[in-house]
């Protein structure tokens, strides 16, 4: 939680600067994933990024969509969900699945 | 999310107020609720306030669908905060402990050679009289407190003004013989029977603990067990009243 309040601080400083920011929420969680629900990673506008949504995996992923929901102003959720195979390319070892939700700091 | 709702989260941790951010997920449509309050143009909707107060309660972010609309609740509720009474040999470990696990931690002594924070790095020390200390931070549900002095005239006033409030936690050092004395002296300042039962003492898990670290991890154990079971049984389905 001490984590998630960070986050909205550094996002807000941002935001404060006048750039674009969009926060992205791990909103539903299956199995055993990195994350718990709640969890959050906040993007500027130049793709830093603060706090995470997984265990680093698929941040690249959450960042590009950011970045997009920053240009557009629409939400956006993605799902991921990997099998046991692909867990160790992608980096959700342990094979869990996240639903995220991206929108733009208005 | 709006500006204006990020200074809000920002603006309840700092008073340590709980709140839920509903957001409708089609939209990013929003509301801001409190235990007395709500804001936001999804506020109007008794079930979806209703159904974040309740996430607040138990502590719990989650994803509800309310007519046929999928609302994420995010709770933010404030950090537990632990307030340890005497700047004791036993606070020095554990003070950097229970930061260790995330409380916000607090150390009060009104004695000068022990409140200092050179024997407390990187925790908030207040040299004070423990009951207006807590008056002046304002005790809460996710406060638990210790009182470690010994001293009558430090603790007991500690755990006067703990046991008149809200406060998930009490734990009293001393020995069972101490803790008996204790029971007498409150009973004088209209502690009862019930409200005494709340005090942990003597503190900790019996974990034959003998060090002042190894107190530090019974009482901590102790702590985090407490607030495990409390937020268990806020969670579990309410039985309805007859």
Not at chain 1, 87 to 103: M, S, T
């Amino acid at each position: 939680m001490s984590d998630a309040l960070e986050v909205l601080d550094q996002v807000g400083k941002w935001k404060a600067d006048g750039k674009g920011v969009a926060v992205a929420t791990v909103i539903v969680t299956w199995g055993s994933s990195p994350r718990p629900v709640g969890s959050q990673l906040g993007v500027d506008d130049a793709g830093n990024m603060v706090g995470s949504v997984s265990g680093g995996c698929i941040e690249g992923a959450v960042v590009k969509e950011a970045l997009d929901a920053i240009k557009d102003g629409k939400p956006r959720l993605l799902d991921f969900g990997v099998t046991d195979e692909q867990a160790w390319d992608v980096g959700l070892a342990c094979g869990g699945k996240v639903q995220v939700f991206v929108e733009k700091v208005n | 999310m709006k500006t204006e709702t990020l200074a809000a989260l920002q603006e309840a941790r700092t008073k340590r107020r709980a709140v839920t951010l509903a957001t409708r997920l089609s939209d990013a449509a929003e509301a801001l609720v409190y235990r007395d309050d709500a804001r936001g143009e999804l506020s109007g909707d008794a079930a979806i306030v209703a159904a974040a107060q309740r996430a607040m309660d138990i502590g719990k972010s989650e994803t509800i669908d309310v007519g046929g609309a999928k609302i994420f609740l995010n709770v933010y509720v404030p950090p537990p905060r632990l307030i340890i009474v005497g700047a004791v040999h036993i606070a020095q470990s554990l003070a950097p402990m229970a930061a260790m696990l995330e409380f916000d931690v607090t150390v009060v002594d009104p004695r000068g050679a022990w409140a200092t924070t050179q024997r407390f790095p990187g925790v908030k020390v207040i040299q004070d009289w423990a009951d207006e200390a807590f008056q002046a931070m304002g005790l809460d549900s996710s406060t638990a407190i210790v009182t470690l002095t010994h001293d009558p005239k430090l603790d007991d006033p500690a755990l006067e003004s703990a046991l008149k409030s809200d406060v998930f936690y009490v734990g009293a050092l001393g020995s069972r013989r101490t803790h008996a004395k204790r029971k007498e002296r409150l009973a004088e300042v209209g502690i009862t029977e019930e409200m005494f039962a709340r005090v942990h003492g003597p503190v900790g898990l019996n974990i034959g603990a003998k060090s002042p670290a190894e107190i530090a991890v019974s009482i901590l154990g102790q702590i985090i067990e407490v607030r495990a079971r409390r937020l268990e049984a806020l969670s579990a389905p309410k039985v309805a009243a007859a």
